[in-house]
């Protein structure tokens, strides 16, 4: 059985919805403007997926567009998909992933803005492929991110384009690959906690392409506990792009 949600959204006040399916291969496809959205999905079962398409084809993904909208997404299962862009300023996301060989490939802030934008993410489980950009080209003032990653195998990615980032992950879990890039701003905070063996974590913290602006006081922090074994750490900390 194959089920297809198509929503097409215009609002100018709040609304709440929830999507709920049990069957295998649901999609939902999104394309939604206007502010103060309140946006429940909740997806439960085996090959669900949010938005048409990876970014490496044509079609129309998963769109979001407006300010002070919640978003939050629940997929429970295994080999689910998140695809789309998302436009948001002073909103909130929460996303919880629960099972194995996920994957999410989400552009927030692309070809638009994501100012004062919060982010939760509780993921459990393994061998999921996660892809976040937040901020194309330093289009965020703003960004809280936290996240909570429990699982074997899995692969982390996340760009960070923000005036002002506080980078916050919780990773336990073993053999699991995280790759983190805080760049163009000028304070960024990245604080992470890792228990596991096995683990290769790469971590780059640039502050502005060009160093800090003159009489601007910029800040670089990484504070980072890690308890594991045979793993390969790379931290990378610059106040410039070059």
Do not use: H
């Amino acid at each position: 059985m194959r089920n297809k949600l198509f929503i097409t959204l215009c609002l100018s006040l709040g609304l709440t919805g929830f999507v709920s399916a049990g069957a295998d291969d649901n999609e939902i496809w999104l394309q939604q403007s206007g502010d103060n959205l309140v946006l429940n999905f909740t997806q439960r079962g085996y090959g669900n997926k949010v938005g048409l398409d990876d970014f490496s084809g044509t079609s129309a993904d998963m769109i979001i567009t407006g300010a002070s909208n919640t978003f939050t997404l629940v997929q429970d299962g295994d080999n689910n998909k998140l695809y789309g862009p998302f436009l948001a300023d002073s909103s909130t996301v929460n996303l919880t992933f629960t099972g194995d060989s996920n994957s999410m490939d989400w552009n927030v802030g692309y070809q638009g803005s994501a100012d004062n934008l919060n982010m939760l993410g509780t993921v459990t489980g393994s061998s999921n492929t996660f892809d976040i950009d937040v901020g194309y080209d330093a289009s965020a003032e703003y960004l809280n991110w936290d996240l909570v990653l429990t699982g074997d195998s899995n692969v982390f990615t996340t760009k960070i384009d923000s005036d002002n980032a506080v980078w916050n992950w919780t990773i336990t879990g073993s053999s699991n690959d995280i790759n983190t890039n805080q760049s163009d701003a000028t304070d960024n905070s990245i604080t992470a906690v890792l228990t596991g063996s096995t683990n290769d974590i790469d971590i780059i913290q640039k502050s502005g392409t060009t160093g800090c602006p003159t009489g601007q006081s910029c800040s670089g922090i990484i504070d980072v506990s890690f308890v594991t074994s045979n793993a390969n750490i790379d931290i990378v900390q610059k106040d410039s792009g070059e």
